[in-house]
């Protein structure tokens, strides 16, 4: 399961300005839709509506043809993994920091779930193991790094769907790259929607909806979008 439906969506935050016009999007179970566009095109409102931050001032979401209005966030939230721009970390451990969030779990069991969710590449990534303080008392993370860890804490929930909102996008354009390969392998069969404004972040996208002044004006491959430029 795992199917995204934006139905004719409409919001606006205040009354007298609406951000999204008309939203029609599908991203069938499994698939990445990448959200490119300017800075304030309505990118994060849109991931955000899927959360339930927000409810549509008009039209409706879907998931697996359920509408999401129905759907409670503590609901939307088991089965939706958001990883945003920046990660604040706790002054804990690494271990610490990647189990956030799931009640009673030891570090032990939180290892083994590690392995079972298949998100040993980022920790690989990282420089020292489960047990090191990060933080301000701790070992001091790169941006790159600590996206890792958020990435990890994220993945092992072990959401159907993942929300990237800008994840990547503070970072140096290898390290992205990095993040974005190791990202494409672990969550393959994730139905997955990438918020970015660089269309090098997306390259592996099944599909790319350009978004500016919150109405979605363009789509097509990677590749299909690079030929009209
Ligand atoms: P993007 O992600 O494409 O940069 P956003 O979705 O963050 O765009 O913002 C779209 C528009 O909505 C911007 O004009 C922004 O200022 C406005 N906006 C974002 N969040 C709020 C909010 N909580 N309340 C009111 N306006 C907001
Ligand atoms: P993002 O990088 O996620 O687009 P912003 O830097 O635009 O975030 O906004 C930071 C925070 O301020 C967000 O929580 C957003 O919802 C809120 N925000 C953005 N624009 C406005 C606005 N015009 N009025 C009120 N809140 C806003």
Known sequence: GGTVRF???DFRYDKDRPILHGIDLTVPAGHTLAVVGPSGAGKSTLARLLYRFYDPSEGRITIDG????AVSQATLR???GIVPQDTVLFNDTIGYNIGYGR?????????AAAKGAAIHDFIMGLPQGYDTPVGERGLKLSGGEKQRVAIARTLLKNPPILILDEATSALDS???ADIQATLARVSARRTTIVVAHRLSTVVDADEIAVVEAGRVVERGTH???????
């Open 78 to 80: 088991r089965s939706i």
């Open 7 to 9: 139905e004719h969506v």
């Open 103 to 111: 009640d009673g779990s030891t570090q032990d069991e939180i290892v």
């Open 66 to 69: 359920q509408d999401i209005s």
């Open 223 to 229: 590749a299909r979008l690079l030929a009209k430029d």
């Open 174 to 176: 290898r390290t992205e």
